[in-house]
């Protein structure tokens, strides 16, 4: 059993992706930490994200134990993302670990949560549901905005909103997979919805629109 959740940065999807894994007992698999795991293994050794060959190659290196460095949630490993992400060959190395996580997930568990960009599209196109989480920019840079003053950090409103912009434009117009609902994706605009609403949404279309999933 594969649910595959997309769209754009903080349109509520990991919260979502959580709840349901919990609900239905799945393995969750958060696929942006993939490209910030190889972003930042870049920028830590002191090469440049934009550098296909380079980024190619810190894909192929990539083990899981990256993924639980400490600042793949900072805005700089966002930013070093979002440039690897758009190198067709980093996409490449990272679909076989995605697939091969979506076909044995780990700890025995009956499925899997998908959550990215591009899983309902191409790293899993016979998932058993697709969703796509949408919220307007500027919903998305208040939320993240209000999410950086409570950890304390500096932000400056305006700034979020041109980051969150330029990365969403990086996003849809790149060549290979570029973010872009499934034709057979359930669509739900977050932008007055909360959490529980959110949730409520999304098992409403997973056990009525597809009957696959109980
Ligand atoms: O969801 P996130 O903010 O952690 O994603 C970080 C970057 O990685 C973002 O710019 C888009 C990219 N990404 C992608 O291209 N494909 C995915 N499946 C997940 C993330």
Redesign the pocket.
């Known amino acids: 059993m594969i649910i595959a959740i997309d769209g754009p940065?903080a349109a509520g999807k990991g919260t979502l992706a959580r709840r349901l894994a919990e609900h239905f007992g799945l393995a969750l698999l958060?696929?942006?930490?993939l490209?910030?795991a190889v972003g930042m293994n870049m920028v830590r050794g002191g090469a440049d994200p934009n550098d296909p060959v380079l980024a190619e190659a810190a894909a192929k290196a990539l083990t899981p134990k990256d993924l639980e460095a400490e600042d793949l949630r900072t805005d700089a490993a966002?930013a070093a993302?979002?440039r690897v992400?758009a190198v067709p060959g980093v996409r490449a190395q990272l679909l076989e670990f995605q697939r091969n996580f979506a076909a044995d997930p780990p700890g025995g568990a009956k499925g899997t949560v998908l959550d990215?960009?591009?899983?309902g599209t191409v790293v899993c196109p016979d998932a058993d549901a697709k969703l796509f989480i949408t919220a307007t920019v500027e919903v998305r840079a208040e939320r993240r905005f209000k999410e950086l003053r409570e950890r304390g950090l500096d932000a400056i409103h305006g700034r979020v909103l041109a980051d969150m912009e330029e990365?969403d434009a990086?996003?849809r117009d790149r060549a290979v997979?570029p973010l872009e609902p499934a034709e057979d994706a359930y669509q739900l605009d977050t932008s007055d919805l909360d959490a529980d609403q959110v949730f409520a949404a999304a098992l409403g279309f997973i056990r009525s629109g597809n009957g696959q999933v109980s």
């Not at 958060?30 to 930490?33: A, E, H, I, K, M």
């Open positions: 940065a958060d696929t942006g930490l490209y910030r966002a993302a979002s992400s990215g960009r591009d899983i990365r990086r996003d997979s």
